[in-house]
């Protein structure tokens, strides 16, 4: 069985393996908490009741005369009054489409790639879509590790709600809108723009039960949502946990509200422009989105679902109103004030916020991110973040309060090279400690102090003095802030390898065509874009990356493949379409390759651009048959004709990657996964009983390739005696790194979790001829027992490696009465011995911290006493507070030489190893003698590095 909670990440892969019950955590379902995230779309962050609070922002918006204080939004305060509200929330961009791209996947605009509304030219919507498959996305992971279901309804942007991995939603198709929600059966109005999010756009705004477009008065609410509340039901039915994207188009134009709610608020306002009422429309329609949402949190409430429901409010962008025009003003939208940016973040979970959990609702003025939503919805299930990820759980507010910096960036909406969004860079922002710097790629910098660092008091929230001639130091200091940050966000691993997209003719697909080249570096080929004009959308197409057979064409073994489904393919448009491998193949550099298309069944065609006269010098074009061009019908010859193609390939030039976890013998079957921002891979599990490097392991199982999220699961049969697992990469590609955490244990405190290696046989003075008995038991989840006699507690089997550095690492806890208890690098054989860690007068063969509490004595006094091969040296330490012990091993010359560290402070280092120690150590763990009172081992944890 799994024991405590034992994980390993290395962090030079960008690879994380994970250790649990994957099914018992399924058959556990209606434990796990549903996700329902809500955006409001172009909405000033001060359009709230909640916000206009003495406690919260009322102090900033009086300072700004012509805001109008009159948004009526009670739903959205029950939430905010029951939740954590951030009231200083940020968007990393002031746009719809890359705002939603970074919520969803947790990254930056500049890691998606997708950084305005519309690509350069409008016919390359389809590739531009595709963007969102190289980054971590929240519903395919959610998917992926706990098998939850998705549902995309209101404003995307992304393409097919699929492509962002949702199982359901009403985006069906980003450009053909033929397919309408089965609960509508009218026309599809003016404003729901198939690239925005289809029939999708319409919930919250029409009554779905009597088919009106434009429902005047509107009377329920309930009726607008009636695809959510159905798919909920649904998932009620089935008792299975959700994640729902609820994006009303609200209170984004058109500003439509019913005539009783458009009265209401044209009542309260005296605008220049009266006989269009635009303000008067626009907070008619932030009415609306409230009444969507109390329609909403109502069914949650009659299902019974609502206190275990997490609930995420954000707008995607801030919106200041023109009062002639229903356009935004010019510091709003599209722009790097914060009138764009700002907006609240809100989290209710009334199971972790009072009254069932243990946080206090509370307003927060720490500036946030909607970056961190991701990482906040990701912790709620005790997973990591992915490594692409920067934000931080908003729950766990000590994270919040320690971040100083919030960044942010603004590009050209429309895109130039979807690949370089350097080209389109209007410029970056950072918001530190009441200050916000904008950097404009022009060279002007302006400054802000919108709020007091110290007071929280407003100065100038609206940005209307900019003070950066007075604080050049200041402007110096944050320039260089965001450099770094902009320099150092991890971008995506994938770049395109080969192309070809030079063309002067166009083929129809008749049975299989292809493209032969030649790779020019030694990656992972990820996928492959090509471009298609479809007569229709009824038949499917696979794409299978092949060896060259005896004629050079691409016909040998199979390599990989990737499929499309029909309804993705836009009739009478040539566009590009990504072939995005199912399992990424580790392709060798100079060695021709190829692909071959191969239409499903099905009436439609395809037709596809090709290029004569040899444009691309490293392959060529393959089809079946004859083909005319130009007046001549030609076979396939070797140089002829290429097709238009574009290869990506991921950067990644790992190889061999070992990571290891231990665990005993599985007493259920357990679940292993493994993931990584390296996708589609195909990986091994291997066994060992050893947790050594040069031990040889055993391949468990065939291997199993990732899926696009980077994703791959065993499962471990009850009788396999296993006590180490590692995964990796079943194909070599570069050069051999071993960086990461090796073992990391931190005893989740459910009893279960031992670090036992096997049964101990000597008894309490370790002559070895008596069994254990339940006196001198192991450590139990890190529980170190009291005794009158030495005796070893806890091994693992270990042999450090010529070439690194290993740090070993634990946490001492609650041992103030007793007389030593030990940490180090040993030799296993005689762990158990007294001499071993024992005696103090040393180590046998290794290193180890002894930690005593003054003999056994009560003034709370310790001392830590470092030992080799019977050299002690002594420390005091405070012993009624934790003990942070940590060594390091360092293998890389020819003497090996160790640090030692106790609560964050060398107190040795490069102390030399003698030479029978170094041939020894074959283990790591604890000892203990003459525990007068119990101790507790936290945060056991060995890593490695490669220099």
Not at 659 to 684: C, H
Not at 816 to 837: K, P, R, V
């Amino acid at each position: 069985m799994v024991r405590g909670n034992r994980f390993l990440r290395a962090a030079s892969f960008s690879m994380w393996m994970h250790f649990g019950f994957m099914a018992a955590s399924l058959a556990n379902a209606q434990t796990r908490p549903n996700i329902v995230l809500i955006l409001s779309d172009d909405q000033a962050w001060y359009d709230y009741s909640f916000m206009r609070m003495a406690n919260a922002e009322q102090a900033a918006i009086n300072m700004n005369p012509d805001i109008y204080q009159v948004a009526d939004t009670p739903a959205i305060d029950r939430l905010a009054a029951n939740g954590l509200v951030f009231t200083h929330g940020y968007v990393p961009v002031s746009l719809c489409r890359p705002s939603l791209a970074s919520i969803i996947t947790g990254t930056y605009p500049c890691q998606h790639k997708i950084t305005g509304n519309d690509p350069a030219n409008s016919n390359e919507d389809d590739p531009y879509d595709d963007l969102i498959y190289r980054v971590p996305s929240l519903p395919r992971i959610l998917e992926g590790k706990l098998g939850y279901s998705s549902y995309q309804s209101g404003k995307w942007w992304q393409g097919p709600h699929t492509k962002g991995g949702f199982a359901g939603g009403e985006t069906v198709n980003a450009i053909d809108t033929s397919t309408s929600p089965s609960q509508w059966s009218g026309a599809l109005p003016f404003y729901a723009h198939a690239r925005e999010g289809d029939w999708g756009l319409m919930v919250g705004r029409v009554d779905y039960v009597t088919d009106v477009e434009k429902p005047d008065p509107l009377t329920n609410y309930a009726n607008t949502i009636v695809p959510i509340t159905d798919y909920i039901d649904g998932q009620v039915a089935a008792s299975e946990p959700f994640f729902l994207w609820y994006a009303p188009f609200l209170p984004h134009y058109p500003y439509d509200p019913p005539t009783n709610i458009l009265t209401k608020y044209d009542s309260l306002i005296a605008e220049p422009e009266e006989n269009n009422d635009y303000i008067a429309k626009y907070y008619g329609n932030i009415e609306r989105l409230d009444g969507g949402i109390d329609a909403l949190m109502d069914h949650l409430d009659s299902t019974g679902l609502a206190t275990n429901t997490m609930v995420v409010f954000v707008c995607d962008n801030g919106w200041i109103s023109r009062t002639n025009s229903a356009d935004h003003a010019n510091k709003s939208k599209r722009s790097l004030y914060d009138g764009g940016t700002r907006t609240p973040i809100i989290i209710y979970w009334p199971d972790q916020i009072r009254p069932g959990g243990t946080i206090e609702p509370q307003i927060v003025d720490t500036p946030v991110s909607s970056i961190d939503i991701a990482s906040t919805i990701l912790a709620a299930f005790d997973l990591d973040p992915a490594p692409q990820m920067s934000g931080i759980n908003l729950m766990d507010l000590d994270a919040v309060t320690v971040r100083t910096n919030i960044f942010g960036s603004l590009y050209e909406d429309n895109e130039v090279d979807i690949e370089t969004v350097s080209e389109t860079l209007i410029g970056r922002w950072c918001r530190q400690d009441g200050w916000k710097l904008i950097m404009r790629e022009s060279g002007t910098r302006e400054l802000y102090q919108l709020y007091d660092s110290a007071t929280g008091a407003p100065v100038d929230p609206f940005e209307t003095n900019d003070v950066s001639a007075a604080n050049a130091a200041r402007v110096s200091q944050l320039s260089q802030t965001i450099s770094n940050w902009y320099d150092n966000v991890t971008d995506p691993v994938r770049t395109v390898d080969q192309e070809q997209d030079n063309v002067n003719g166009i083929a129809a697909l008749s049975g299989t065509m292809g493209q032969t080249f030649t790779p020019a570096t030694a990656n992972a080929l990820a996928g492959i874009r090509i471009p298609l004009l479809a007569s229709g959308n009824d038949r499917d197409m696979t794409l299978e990356v092949r060896q060259l057979d005896g004629q050079d064409a691409p016909l040998g073994s199979l390599l990989a493949q990737s499929a499309l489904s029909a309804d993705l393919f836009v009739p009478g448009e040539t566009r590009w379409y990504t072939f995005l491998l199912d399992s990424a193949y580790a392709q060798a550099s100079g060695t021709p390759i190829g692909f071959t298309l191969n239409p499903g069944s099905g009436t439609g065609t395809f037709q596809l651009p090709y290029k004569t006269d040899n444009p691309y010098a490293d392959g060529a074009m393959y089809f079946a048959g004859t083909l005319s061009h130009g007046g001549t019908d030609y076979e396939w010859t070797n140089g002829f004709f290429d097709l238009a193609f574009e290869t990506f390939t991921e950067s990644e030039t790992n190889s061999e990657l070992t990571l290891v976890v231990g665990e005993s013998a599985a007493a259920t079957n357990m679940a292993i996964w493994v993931e990584s921002d390296l996708r589609g891979v195909p990986m091994q599990l291997e066994t060992s009983t050893n947790l050594t490097n040069s031990a040889t392991w055993t391949a468990l199982s065939a291997n199993v390739d990732r899926s696009r999220e980077g994703f791959a699961a065993w499962t471990v049969p009850v009788d396999k005696p296993i006590e180490f697992f590692r995964a990796r990469e079943s194909v070599a590609r570069g050069s051999v790194q071993t960086n990461g955490v090796l073992y990391y244990e931190t005893f989740s405190g459910d009893g279960s979790a031992s670090l036992r290696y096997n049964s101990p046989t000597t008894n309490n003075y370790g002559d070895g001829t008596a069994v254990w008995s339940s006196d001198y038991q192991y450590m139990n989840n890190g529980l170190v027992q009291t005794g009158n006699h030495a005796r070893g507690m806890a091994l693992l089997p270990f042999e450090p490696q010529t070439g690194h550095i290993y740090e070993l690492s634990a946490t001492i806890l609650n041992n103030q009465a007793s007389n030593w208890i030990a940490l180090g690098f040993c030799e296993s054989g005689t762990f158990y011995e007294y001499g071993d860690f024992g005696n103090i007068g040393g180590i046998v063969s290794g290193y180890g911290w002894i930690l005593t509490r003054n003999g056994g004595g009560t003034d709370a006094v310790s001392r830590t006493g470092e030992g080799t091969d019977g050299g002690v040296a002594w420390t005091d330490v405070d012993g009624a507070q934790p003990v942070d012990l940590k060594i390091s091993l360092v293998t890389t010359g020819s003497t090996w030489t160790a640090d030692f560290n106790i609560n964050g402070s060398d107190v040795a280092t490069g102390r030399a190893m003698p030479a029978s120690a170094i041939t020894n150590i074959n283990g790591v763990g604890f000892s203990a003698y003459d525990l007068k009172s119990s101790a507790t081992i936290s945060d056991f944890k060995l890593e490695v590095q490669t220099p």
